[in-house]
C-alpha cells in the first residue's frame, strides 16, 4: 500500500503540473526528475544494491561493511547536491528551485538507502510509514500547488518532494543511527574506505556500470532531445510520460521489495518457485493497469493532458512509445532483480554495455529523419536487446547455481 499510494502521489503531481505549466516548463520539470532518479540510480549502485548481497555475510564483516556502506553515501551526497543544482541552473531554474531540487537529491538518496537497508533487515514497518509519510507530505504540497501562482509551481514541487523525502527518513534513523555507534575518530573513517575497496571490486562497480549503461539505453533520447532542442522540444515525450510514472514508480518499488526478499530466500531458504511466479504477475498487472490508464486518456479524455498545446499526434506516439519500454522492462525486471540478489552485477552490466549503442545511434538517427517522440522506438530496441541478453545470462546463472 505504500508504495502504491507514492506512487499514486507523484503521478498526481506530475498530472497537476501538465496542467499547470507550459511545455518548456513541464519539460524541465520531467528532465530534472530523470535526473534525479539517475542520480538516485548511482547512489543505490554505489552504496545500497550491494546490501542484499551483503547480509549472507557472517558478523563482524556484514556488519563492517553497512557500517561503510551507510558513512560513504553520507559523503556521496554533497557532490551528488553540487550536480543537481548546476542541472537545474543549466536548463533554467532560477535561484530558489534549483537548491530545491538539490534537497531532492540529497534527501531521495537518503531515503532511498535507508529503505533498501530497512527491507534487507526484514523490517517493513518502518518502510511503510516512511512511505506513508512521503505519501501525505506530498498530497498537502499537491493541494497547495492548485492555488499557487503558476510561476511559483516548480518551486513548490521541488520543495513538496525534498519535504516528503525529509520526513519519510524519520522512520528509518535505526538504519544510519548504526553509523554514530560504529564509527569514530579517524581509524574508523580508513576502515570504512578499506572495508569498501572489497565491496566495490566484488559488487558496486559492476552495478555503477550497470546503471550508467542502463541509463544510456533507457534515457537516451531524453537528453539528447533536451540537449539538441531544449525542455521545449521535450515537452510532449515528457507529458506523454505523466501516464507510465506510476508504473515506472511501482516497478522501482516492486524491484526493491523483491531484491531484498529474494536475497533472504536464497541465503535461508524458500519457496523460490512461487516467489518468482508472484513477482512476474506482480510486473505483468502494473504494465496491464499502465496500458489501461493510457488508452483510456487517449481514447476518452484526451484533453486531459493536451490543454497546454502538446500535438495529439506526437503526444499519442510518445504515450505508445512510452508502453513499449515499459513492457521491455516487466520482461526482465524478475531476472535482474534476482541476479542483483545474488550479487551478479557483473553478469548484470555487460547486456546493458552491448544494447547501450542501439539505443543512442537510433535517437540520434530518428531524431534526424523523424519527430522527436519516434526516438523511444530506439529506446524500446535497446531495451528489448538488453532484456534478451540479461534473460540469457539469468538462465545459465540459475543453471550454475542449482549443479
Not at 510509514?129 to 512521503?134: G, I, K, N, T
Not at 555507534?181 to 574508523?188: E, H, N
Request: aromatic share 8%.
Amino acid at each position: 500500500m505504500g508504495n502504491a499510494g507514492s506512487s499514486g502521489a507523484q503521478f498526481l503531481l506530475s498530472l497537476v503540473l501538465v496542467a499547470r505549466l507550459p511545455a518548456a516548463g513541464f519539460g524541465q520539470f520531467t528532465f530534472l526528475l530523470l535526473l534525479a532518479q539517475f542520480i538516485m540510480a548511482v547512489a543505490a549502485a554505489l552504496f545500497a544494491a550491494p546490501v542484499a548481497s551483503l547480509q549472507r555475510e557472517p558478523e563482524p564483516d556484514g556488519q563492517d561493511a553497512w557500517v561503510a556502506l551507510i558513512g560513504l553515501q553520507l559523503l556521496f551526497v554533497i557532490p551528488a547536491a553540487g550536480v543537481a543544482i548546476g542541472a537545474a541552473m543549466l536548463v533554467g531554474a532560477d535561484g530558489r528551485a534549483a537548491p530545491a531540487f538539490g534537497l531532492v537529491v540529497v534527501l531521495g538518496c537518503l531515503r532511498q538507502f535507508g529503505r533498501i537497508s530497512q527491507y534487507s533487515r526484514s523490517d517493513q514497518r518502518g518502510v511503510a510509514l516512511s512511505d506513508a509519510l512521503f505519501c501525505l507530505i506530498l498530497l498537502g504540497g499537491i493541494a497547495l500547488l492548485l492555488i499557487a501562482p503558476t510561476a511559483q509551481a516548480l518551486l513548490l514541487a521541488f520543495a513538496s518532494l525534498a519535504l516528503a523525502h525529509a520526513l519519510g527518513i524519520i522512520p528509518l534513523a535505526g538504519q544510519f543511527s548504526a553509523l554514530g555507534r560504529s564509527a569514530s575518530g579517524l581509524g574508523a573513517k580508513m576502515g570504512m574506505l578499506a572495508r569498501y575497496r572489497s565491496i566495490w571490486g566484488q559488487y558496486s562497480r559492476w552495478s555503477l556500470l550497470g546503471v550508467i549503461s542502463t541509463e544510456a539505453t533507457a534515457n537516451a533520447h531524453s537528453y539528447l532531445v533536451t540537449l539538441a532542442l531544449g525542455p521545449g522540444g521535450y515537452g510532449a515525450i515528457a507529458a506523454s510520460a505523466v501516464l507510465t510514472r506510476p508504473g515506472n514508480v511501482a516497478l522501482i518499488a516492486l524491484g526493491e521489495f523483491e531484491r531484498a526478499r529474494l536475497g533472504r530466500l536464497h541465503a535461508l531458504g524458500g519457496d523460490l518457485a512461487g516467489s518468482r511466479r508472484l513477482f512476474i504477475a506482480a510486473a505483468a498487472i502494473v504494465w496491464l493497469a499502465s496500458a489501461g490508464l493510457t488508452a483510456a486518456v487517449l481514447i476518452w479524455f484526451p484533453d486531459l493532458l493536451l490543454e497546454r498545446g502538446y500535438e495529439p499526434a506526437a503526444f499519442a506516439i510518445a504515450a505508445w512509445g512510452w508502453l513499449a519500454v515499459l513492457l521491455a522492462r516487466c520482461a526482465y525486471l524478475p531476472a535482474s532483480t534476482e541476479m542483483q540478489a545474488l550479487g551478479a552485477f557483473r553478469e548484470l552490466a555487460w547486456p546493458t554495455v552491448i544494447a547501450m549503442p542501439v539505443s543512442i545511434a537510433g535517437t540520434v538517427i530518428l531524431l534526424h529523419y523523424a519527430s522527436p517522440s519516434w526516438t523511444l522506438a530506439a529506446i524500446t530496441l535497446g531495451q528489448i536487446v538488453a532484456g534478451a541478453l540479461i534473460l540469457i545470462r539469468y538462465r545459465g546463472l540459475m543453471t550454475r547455481s542449482e549443479t
